[in-house]
């Protein structure tokens, strides 16, 4: 397993009180810009698991699949992560 899983465990709870705020806030006519300002922090935060996640599998799983033999999976994964980071 992901050697920083308590890590991202602990981000993931935050930002599951994140989405409870904005339930919280769209419910009472908060201010647009303030829920705008809120959604722009989980993007954040879920965009700071995947920077995690990727760097663990670059500097694990694909270094054991080079390793095995395995460069044409390593690459096809690499290339699926990139296209998926550029969305």
Avoid: F, W
Avoid at 6 to 24: A, D, F, H, S
Avoid at 27 to 51: F, H, P
């Amino acid at each position: 397993m992901h050697k920083d899983k308590q890590k991202i465990i602990n981000r993931l709870k935050i930002i599951e009180g994140q989405i409870r705020g904005l339930q919280n806030m769209v419910n009472k006519d908060v201010y647009c810009v303030d829920v705008i300002t809120q959604t722009s922090a989980v993007k954040q935060g879920l965009s700071n698991i995947e920077d995690v996640l990727l760097e663990g599998h670059l500097g694990h799983c694909l270094i054991n699949q080079i390793k095995k033999g395995e460069t044409e999976k390593a690459k096809k994964e690499i290339l699926k992560v990139y296209k998926l980071k550029r969305k």
